[in-house]
């Protein structure tokens, strides 16, 4: 028997949530679902259990059938890993905002990143 599992996350900006999934390394597609104001992130699976990051209460959401995860990494490490990615797209986002540049990206041992930023005047 099938069982849904919905995941919740601290995702809302679909811009970064896009150059994240993508920096995932994770092939996704746009979908309009139940008429929402957002869209749904579809990432298709080889089993035909799709994962969908869909809009609920102010942020996206994971929904999958875990029985059927067919990822990488199990869906912790998945999850562990996209929020990673995704604050460090958002720190870059608000930095390029606000006029600092990137210049150096390091990740130690542990996993950690370290992010150097330089606004030039």
Known sequence: ?????????T???EKILEITLSDCGLAW??????NESKPTYVIQQSND????FAWNDGA????TDLQFWQQKSPVELFMDKL?????LNMIKSKGNASGFVP???????TGSIKLTFRKWS
């Open 29 to 34: 597609t746009k979908a309009s679902l139940n």
């Open 49 to 52: 259990v799709d994962l969908l």
């Open 60 to 63: 996206y959401s994971l929904s």
């Open 11 to 13: 995702i809302r900006d």
């Open 1 to 9: 028997m099938s069982h849904l599992t919905k995941l919740t996350t």
């Open 83 to 87: 929020h990673q990615k995704y604050a």
């Open 103 to 109: 210049v150096k990206q390091t990740v130690d041992a």
